[in-house]
């Protein structure tokens, strides 16, 4: 017996990654998470929190970190909205946008929730393979007109960029709304000097100033180091935001997070720094694993997709490093059954891993001989 309406029975729902306790001795590996801590600005903030700001409700529209986005990204307060996460905004989005048994289109590999949400929304999920390449099915996605199209850049589990002049292009071509997830874009910078001010290079934000249908979502769980905290925003063109709030719960945010994640917002130095660090482990690895005799996919994120050495089932090698107690993602999705999503680690984390995978693939191959 079950009281859960008709359309959800079928459902998977989503499989988050596996989260062990803070503290337990598992290398983590499987979420992204920066391995390196959040702003200095951020433990002073919970440090000297003012307990007023916990009898009170939080300000529903978070100003104080919205006048921060404004400021940093040089757009309007009114074009920013902040969510629990820049999942609680993807779920927004589609509650606001998505009628029942419309078509929400994205390329496939990509974020598992937009299958989720879409069918949470009831509406249909249409998904558009990425070829072997990954090479980004513009025309396929244009021709499936979805009341929304996500594309998740950089992606995930791919790790690749789609190009701006393509996203330009899109959203000039689509009649619905098209969300662009940049998640992990603070990894995605050439250079990157620019810290403290501005906006980044190869980025989608200039989009918005042009394009009345684009919704850019950011994240603080990733470059900033505070996946715990919940907390991300969506830019977009301020009618749309507008419609956008009409559909949201008031108090998603509390009043810790706000504080908390202007703060971090506003110590650009600090997460250009933590990404930088990132940035100069992710070569080091690729090399490593390549070494190890995998194929390693360029990246643009803080991981790395690599399919395992001939032979070696990528399940298989996910389990074994699991009772070895590293944590790397598997995905039983087209395109990447066959493949690991490992996140970058410190240097030392980084080598725990190559060691555990020598030594794996060492008796693999001992058996395999035998
Ligand atoms: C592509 C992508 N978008 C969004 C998210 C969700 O991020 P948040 O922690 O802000 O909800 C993730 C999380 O891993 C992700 O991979």
């Not at 998640?183 to 042009?210: M, R, W």
């Not at 180091?225 to 009618?239: C, D, K, N, T, W």
Request: glycine share 6%; net charge neutral.
């Amino acid at each position: 017996m079950t009281f859960l309406r008709n359309h959800l029975q079928p459902i998977k729902g989503y499989t988050p990654g596996e989260q062990p306790p803070p503290g337990s001795s598992i290398l983590k590996l499987n979420t992204n998470e920066n391995p390196y801590p959040p702003s200095p600005e951020v433990i002073k903030v919970l440090q000297s929190l003012d307990l007023e700001w916990l009898r009170r409700y939080p300000d529903p529209t978070a100003r104080v970190f919205r006048e921060a986005v404004a400021e940093i990204f040089q757009v309007a307060p009114a074009a920013v909205t902040v969510g629990n996460g820049s999942d609680e905004l993807l779920a927004l989005v589609m509650r606001a946008f998505v009628e029942k048994g419309a078509r929400v289109v994205y390329p496939m590999p990509s974020y598992v929730l937009y299958r989720t949400l879409a069918q949470l929304q009831d509406a249909v999920p249409y998904e558009i393979a990425y070829d072997e390449c990954f090479t980004f099915p513009l025309d396929s996605l244009i021709d499936a007109q979805g009341a929304i199209t996500l594309i998740a850049s950089p992606n995930s589990p791919t790790g690749h960029v789609v190009p701006i002049s393509v996203l330009d292009q899109l959203a000039g071509a689509l009649k619905g709304i098209l969300v662009i997830d940049e998640a992990y874009i603070d990894f995605a910078q050439v250079g990157g000097a620019n810290h403290g001010l501005g906006v980044e290079p190869q980025n989608a934000l200039s989009l918005i100033h042009k394009h009345p249908n684009v919704i850019v979502l950011r994240t603080l769980s990733k470059g900033y180091s505070l996946a715990g905290l919940r907390v991300g925003f969506a830019i977009a063109q301020p009618e749309l935001i507008q419609d956008l709030n009409k559909a949201k719960d008031s108090y998603t945010v509390d009043a810790i997070a706000t504080l908390a994640g202007t703060a971090a917002l506003r110590d650009q130095a600090h997460k250009h720094q933590s990404v930088q660090k990132v940035l100069r482990s992710r070569p080091i690895l690729q090399k490593q694993l390549a070494d190890l005799g995998f194929r390693v996919w360029p990246s643009a994120t803080n991981f790395l997709l690599v399919q395992p050495p001939s032979g070696i089932l990528a399940i298989d090698l996910q389990q074994s490093l699991k009772q070895q107690g590293i944590l790397v993602r598997y995905f039983d999705l087209p395109g990447v059954s066959d493949k690991l999503r490992i996140t970058v680690g410190t240097d030392a984390q980084n080598d725990q891993l190559c060691r555990s995978l020598q030594e794996i693939l060492g008796a693999a191959s001992l058996k395999m001989a035998t």
